[in-house]
């Protein structure tokens, strides 16, 4: 799913505090039992599919959204991006 924004703050390169809009987004997936897959198979993987050259700051604001109980369907995930700034 592409909901343009980071979810967590390992998906901004900047310390930022999550908004009230991110909070709400989380809490309503959280409700639904959706869950971002990549993040989920990836917890401490810092990789972004968007560069701000303005800001000069990368985001990760592109996220394999599914239901918690399709998660066992899944062996590896990756982001194909030149992005990643580890």
């Known amino acids: 799913g592409n909901f343009n924004i980071p979810r967590r703050v390992l998906d901004k ?7 009230k809009d991110i909070q709400d987004l989380n809490s309503t997936s959280d409700q639904m ?6 993040r989920t198979l ?4 810092r ?9 000069g700051t990368s985001s ?7 239901h918690k109980t399709i998660l066992s369907k899944f062996r590896k995930t990756e982001i194909s991006c030149c992005c990643s700034l580890e």
């Open 42 to 45: 990836l917890p401490q993987t």
């Open 13 to 19: 390169s900047l310390k930022q505090k999550t908004n």
């Open 60 to 66: 990760k604001i592109d996220h394999t959204v599914g």
């Open 33 to 38: 039992a959706l869950i971002d897959i990549h």
């Open 47 to 55: 990789e972004y599919t968007l560069f701000s050259y303005a800001h």
